[in-house]
Nanobody, 117 residues
Framework: QVQLVESGGGAVQPGGSLRLSCSAS????????MGWYRQAPGKQRELVAT???????KLADSVKGRFTISRDNAKNMVYLQMNSLKPEDTAVYFC???????????WGRGTQVTVSS
């Protein structure tokens, strides 16, 4: 099992920035991909960004140019820098990890991000 703990969510005005962090522990030798998914009220969970242990990334089209994912393999951490936030980015953001680049085998509890004026 892999345990994931998120931090860094909160409320911000449109155009603002937030940085999410996620720490992984447990059976981390199985981890190839780590990333972030989000789920807005009434919507399905969707991929935001993932990064593999060899720095291959996936980014949703809706966040390209605004969000950056990074990973510190030595610390078992993954980060999501979110800039130019929009109201439609409001969601619960889940840290994830897995054995492939989709990184969807293990999940954190989620952290709320609210973008509102």
């Amino acid at each position: 099992q892999v345990q994931l703990v998120e931090s860094g969510g909160g409320a911000v005005q449109p155009g603002g920035s937030l940085r999410l962090s996620c720490s992984a522990s447990g059976s981390i030798f199985n981890i190839y991909g780590m990333g972030w998914y989000r789920q807005a009220p009434g919507k399905q969970r969707e991929l935001v960004a993932t990064v593999t242990v060899d720095d291959r990334t996936k980014l949703a089209d809706s966040v390209k140019g605004r969000f950056t994912i990074s990973r510190d393999n030595a610390k078992n951490m993954v980060y999501l820098q979110m800039n130019s936030l929009k109201p439609e980015d409001t969601a619960v953001y889940f840290c994830s990890s897995g054995r492939d680049s989709w990184a969807a085998d293990y999940w954190g509890r989620g952290t709320q991000v609210t973008v509102s004026s």
